[in-house]
């Protein structure tokens, strides 16, 4: 088939990958791929002006020059060849080793001059100047017996003694003449010496230790009554230590303790009950059944006896049991998720490509996690439960680029908001984004927008949460280090149990949404940004700024925060289309939506690319004519700023409603808009309606403004407050959102106290 139409495939190891060619191009990647990567005339002058004073000139300091050029017109003359660098054998991040010339024939010509006047590199010796080693010389095989300072003292098998001065010894080897062998026996002796050290523990070795001063001490003349050992004892270590020299050339070896291989270590069951016992604990205890090791056994037991075999007791099952491995037994038995803490780490002995990137915006981590706080209506005062917090964050400075607050679960709205403020704030999208399994990076919209700016997205493992530490271990010092602080948090909710009602975080809320995200964007564009990282040694802020200066800000790849691209990151059909029908306009999601443009007669009964507001449903929008028109919905009044959320809910209501009396499921708008209207709507929509003001008033990435939370409270809702309401507000009345004095000073005083740890992360 792929020869049909013209195409192949080649299967190529990863041994066969030029992994510094390939990360070089990953860097130039930006470059690369603009189509005319723009150099002033002036920069590139003194560019080449530089290389050409120092050919061959380092990275490191082209890149100290920058007073009339930046890093970006450096890699953009790498990228149009206007300068020579070698891709193929040198890294680019490697500033200071990395070699830039002016053309390749200037590389050649260095090339050629380190070759012709390199000086000539002996290769390593592969003699092993110690008493006992073996050489070849000129044939004849001789044993090194003695090493001096400037003499070696050479045996030959005539068992004829030669002396060398060392000068010499080392020429001979330089010529050739002498060169190193292991002969097969001394390397069985050798083998055997390093079997026994290697298998001595630590008080063995103090043994042959203490016996091996006596030896040396008779051996050099003295007497038994000397040592306090016995006469006899003294005379075993002697014998021990002369048959170990004559045996292996060296008499400490026997010196060693041979205690621990004494007795009897044959296994006295037959090797039938033993197979038999370890397919027991295999095939009956390592499942996930999950048996008792003593029911199986007693199965075992009446197996062996009705087959005669004799009966293992119950701890030598339990030891066969012990022996298998720890992981393999958790696998079995509980999952691979169980398993994942005792499965064995992979140690990287060559780093290919580095598992955070070489620059900032290379590789960022994208995910959702739900705060350990309860929130309160800003108008009601009425518990409105926890938040969720969705991230951006930068693997290589560790830096906050964006994030996103909100009552709603994690959903394909959270990420696009998430993307449209990182790209409001820094005017770009990481190349890379890596994110866990969930729905809400698999959805279209997620997907579309990023092929739409030539992103890539990796999806880690799942159930294995060290792939995401990055992300997860910042939530975990983000709730540890600020959340909890705060009145309401709920980390005494671990243990449930033990809560009474005068403790229930629920009963002592008087966050906001609106004043937490004030908070929150205090906390990680401030706080967090300028605080010392244990990993990178420097805040995440220090680290951004000074990689960036040496890897280029890529202006080139930067996005335009305009309408096009705010409708990029609005949902659409599932379809993507919807068809204009004459006289009612596009139908999406239960609703018609139009506008005088779709009387147009080259767009009806066509079918034309639309998009909705998921926090405005009034709206809609409809590409026509190369740009995007805005549609009324046929029930605006009713839908105007109700959230998409708030309308599944009706949905999924009336559903319900409807199986239960036996209708069809079919639900049509305007029976979600008589059940929005209706009495019934205020108990089931009420807290998602006040959820959804509070996200709006907190939402930054929208109108591009901030909220003002002194306009939240109507003199009507004043009214309608109760006792606890009004209890609330007057807990709020010193905390002013302009003046912020508690905040102020909480923060103020967590940083004197250095309670802004930044834990260790990979």
Same mark, same amino acid.
């Given at each position: 088939?792929?020869?049909?139409?013209?195409?192949?495939?080649?299967?190529?190891?990863?041994?066969?990958?030029?992994?510094?060619?390939?990360?070089?191009?990953?860097?130039?990647?930006?470059?690369?791929?603009?189509?005319?990567?723009?150099?002033?005339?002036?920069?590139?002058?003194?560019?080449?002006?530089?290389?050409?004073?120092?050919?061959?000139?380092?990275?490191?300091?082209?890149?100290?020059?920058?007073?009339?050029?930046?890093?970006?017109?450096?890699?953009?003359?790498?990228? +149009?060849?206007?300068?020579?660098?070698?891709?193929?054998?040198?890294?680019?991040?490697?500033?200071?080793?990395?070699?830039?010339?002016?053309?390749?024939?200037?590389?050649?010509?260095?090339?050629?001059?380190?070759?012709?006047?390199?000086?000539?590199?002996?290769?390593?010796?592969?003699?092993?100047?110690?008493?006992?080693?073996?050489?070849?010389?000129?044939?004849?095989?001789?044993? +090194? +017996?003695?090493?001096?300072?400037?003499?070696?003292?050479?045996?030959?098998?005539?068992?004829?003694?030669?002396?060398?001065?060392?000068?010499?010894?080392?020429?001979?080897?330089?010529?050739?003449?002498?060169?190193?062998?292991?002969?097969?026996?001394?390397?069985?002796?050798?083998?055997?010496?390093?079997?026994?050290?290697?298998?001595?523990?630590?008080?063995?070795?103090?043994?042959?230790?203490?016996?091996?001063?006596?030896?040396?001490?008779?051996?050099?003349?003295?007497?038994?009554?000397?040592?306090?050992?016995?006469?006899?004892?003294?005379?075993?270590?002697?014998?021990?230590?002369?048959?170990?020299?004559?045996?292996?050339?060296?008499?400490?070896?026997?010196?060693?303790?041979?205690?621990?291989?004494?007795?009897?270590?044959?296994?006295?069951?037959?090797?039938?009950?033993?197979?038999?016992?370890?397919?027991?604990?295999?095939?009956?205890?390592?499942?996930?059944?999950?048996?008792?090791?003593?029911?199986?056994?007693?199965?075992?037991?009446?197996?062996?006896?009705?087959?005669?075999?004799?009966?293992?007791?119950?701890?030598?099952?339990?030891?066969?049991?012990?022996?298998?491995?720890?992981?393999?037994?958790?696998?079995?038995?509980?999952?691979?998720?169980?398993?994942?803490?005792?499965?064995?780490?992979?140690?990287?002995?060559?780093?290919?490509?580095?598992?955070?990137?070489?620059?900032?915006?290379?590789?960022?981590?994208?995910?959702?996690?739900?705060?350990?706080?309860?929130?309160?209506?800003?108008?009601?005062?009425?518990?409105?439960?926890?938040?969720?917090?969705?991230?951006?964050?930068?693997?290589?400075?560790?830096?906050?680029?964006?994030?996103?607050?909100?009552?709603?679960?994690?959903?394909?709205?959270?990420?696009?908001?998430?993307?449209?403020?990182?790209?409001?704030?820094?005017?770009?999208?990481?190349?890379?984004?890596?994110?866990?399994?969930?729905?809400?990076?698999?959805?279209?919209?997620?997907?579309?927008?990023?092929?739409?700016?030539?992103?890539?997205?990796?999806?880690?493992?799942?159930?294995?949460?060290?792939?995401?530490?990055?992300?997860?271990?910042?939530?975990?010092?983000?709730?540890?280090?600020?959340?909890?602080?705060?009145?309401?948090?709920?980390?005494?909710?671990?243990?449930?149990?033990?809560?009474?009602?005068?403790?229930?975080?629920?009963?002592?809320?008087?966050?906001?949404?609106?004043?937490?995200?004030?908070?929150?964007?205090?906390?990680?564009?401030?706080?967090?940004?300028?605080?010392?990282?244990?990993?990178?040694?420097?805040?995440?802020?220090?680290?951004?700024?000074?990689?960036?200066?040496?890897?280029?800000?890529?202006?080139?790849?930067?996005?335009?925060?305009?309408?096009?691209?705010?409708?990029?990151?609005?949902?659409?059909?599932?379809?993507?289309?919807?068809?204009?029908?004459?006289?009612?306009?596009?139908?999406?999601?239960?609703?018609?939506?139009?506008?005088?443009?779709?009387?147009?007669?080259?767009?009806?009964?066509?079918?034309?690319?639309?998009?909705?507001?998921?926090?405005?449903?009034?709206?809609?929008?409809?590409?026509?004519?190369?740009?995007?028109?805005?549609?009324?919905?046929?029930?605006?009044?009713?839908?105007?700023?109700?959230?998409?959320?708030?309308?599944?809910?009706?949905?999924?209501?009336?559903?319900?409603?409807?199986?239960?009396?036996?209708?069809?499921?079919?639900?049509?708008?305007?029976?979600?808009?008589?059940?929005?209207?209706?009495?019934?709507?205020?108990?089931?929509?009420?807290?998602?309606?006040?959820?959804?003001?509070?996200?709006?008033?907190?939402?930054?990435?929208?109108?591009?403004?901030?909220?003002?939370?002194?306009?939240?409270?109507?003199?009507?809702?004043?009214?309608?407050?109760?006792?606890?309401?009004?209890?609330?507000?007057?807990?709020?009345?010193?905390?002013?959102?302009?003046?912020?004095?508690?905040?102020?000073?909480?923060?103020?005083?967590?940083?004197?106290?250095?309670?802004?740890?930044?834990?260790?992360?990979?």
């Amino acid at each position: 088939m792929p020869k049909k139409f013209g195409l192949s495939f080649r299967i190529r190891s990863s041994k066969s990958i030029n992994w510094i060619y390939q990360r070089n191009i990953r860097f130039l990647e930006d470059y690369l791929l603009d189509e005319i990567p723009y150099v002033s005339t002036e920069a590139t002058s003194i560019i080449k002006k530089l290389i050409n004073n120092k050919p061959s000139i380092m990275l490191e300091d082209l890149l100290k020059d920058q007073a009339s050029f930046s890093a970006d017109d450096i890699y953009s003359l790498m990228a +149009i060849n206007e300068i020579y660098v070698d891709i193929n054998n040198y890294l680019i991040i490697d500033f200071d080793k990395f070699p830039i010339f002016l053309n390749k024939q200037t590389f050649d010509a260095y090339q050629n001059l380190e070759v012709a006047f390199k000086p000539i590199l002996l290769k390593p010796s592969n003699v092993d100047i110690q008493i006992g080693r073996k050489v070849n010389w000129d044939g004849n095989v001789c044993t +090194i +017996i003695n090493v001096g300072e400037n003499v070696l003292t050479l045996l030959n098998n005539n068992e004829e003694v030669s002396e060398l001065p060392r000068l010499v010894f080392e020429n001979l080897i330089k010529d050739g003449s002498i060169k190193g062998i292991s002969g097969h026996i001394e390397t069985e002796k050798e083998l055997e010496i390093n079997k026994i050290i290697k298998s001595a523990n630590e008080k063995d070795l103090e043994e042959a230790n203490k016996r091996y001063y006596v030896v040396q001490g008779m051996l050099n003349g003295g007497n038994y009554s000397d040592f306090e050992p016995k006469e006899r004892t003294i005379r075993d270590w002697l014998k021990k230590y002369r048959d170990a020299e004559n045996l292996y050339g060296n008499g400490y070896v026997g010196l060693i303790s041979n205690r621990k291989n004494q007795g009897n270590r044959v296994r006295r069951f037959q090797q039938e009950v033993i197979d038999l016992m370890k397919d027991y604990i295999i095939n009956d205890y390592e499942t996930i059944i999950q048996k008792k090791a003593f029911t199986v056994y007693r199965t075992f037991k009446q197996e062996c006896k009705n087959k005669g075999y004799s009966v293992p007791s119950f701890n030598t099952f339990l030891e066969e049991v012990d022996k298998r491995s720890t992981h393999i037994k958790t696998l079995k038995k509980q999952g691979p998720k169980a398993a994942y803490k005792t499965e064995p780490v992979y140690y990287e002995l060559s780093m290919t490509t580095p598992r955070h990137g070489d620059r900032p915006f290379e590789i960022c981590h994208i995910d959702h996690t739900e705060l350990d706080i309860q929130l309160i209506c800003s108008e009601t005062g009425e518990n409105l439960g926890k938040p969720w917090v969705s991230i951006m964050i930068d693997a290589f400075s560790r830096r906050i680029m964006a994030y996103y607050l909100t009552y709603d679960p994690p959903s394909y709205r959270s990420c696009m908001m998430v993307m449209r403020e990182c790209v409001k704030r820094h005017s770009r999208l990481p190349d890379t984004i890596v994110v866990d399994g969930g729905k809400d990076f698999q959805s279209v919209y997620f997907d579309t927008l990023l092929a739409r700016y030539g992103k890539r997205k990796k999806v880690r493992p799942g159930a294995k949460p060290r792939f995401g530490t990055v992300c997860e271990r910042h939530f975990g010092i983000t709730n540890e280090m600020f959340i909890h602080n705060l009145l309401g948090n709920t980390k005494i909710m671990k243990n449930f149990r033990q809560v009474t009602k005068e403790v229930n975080p629920i009963n002592h809320a008087i966050w906001t949404l609106e004043d937490l995200n004030f908070m929150l964007e205090r906390w990680y564009y401030e706080v967090y940004d300028n605080t010392p990282h244990s990993t990178i040694g420097e805040s995440p802020r220090e680290t951004y700024v000074k990689r960036i200066a040496k890897t280029g800000l890529r202006k080139n790849t930067f996005i335009r925060y305009d309408e096009i691209f705010k409708m990029l990151t609005l949902p659409s059909t599932r379809k993507g289309t919807a068809k204009v029908i004459a006289g009612q306009g596009v139908k999406i999601n239960y609703f018609y939506y139009y506008s005088e443009i779709l009387l147009h007669p080259d767009v009806e009964g066509k079918s034309i690319p639309v998009r909705y507001d998921p926090f405005n449903m009034g709206i809609a929008y409809a590409y026509i004519n190369n740009y995007w028109a805005e549609l009324t919905s046929e029930h605006y009044a009713v839908l105007e700023n109700r959230t998409e959320k708030e309308i599944k809910m009706v949905t999924s209501e009336l559903r319900k409603r409807k199986k239960l009396l036996g209708l069809k499921k079919d639900i049509s708008s305007s029976q979600i808009v008589d059940f929005m209207e209706s009495v019934e709507e205020h108990e089931v929509l009420m807290k998602q309606r006040l959820r959804d003001k509070a996200v709006k008033n907190s939402l930054t990435v929208i109108d591009g403004g901030k909220s003002n939370t002194k306009e939240l409270k109507s003199s009507k809702s004043v009214q309608k407050k109760g006792t606890k309401e009004r209890k609330h507000e007057t807990q709020l009345e010193a905390v002013k959102p302009n003046e912020k004095p508690l905040f102020k000073s909480i923060l103020d005083e967590m940083k004197e106290q250095n309670s802004f740890m930044i834990y260790k992360e990979l």
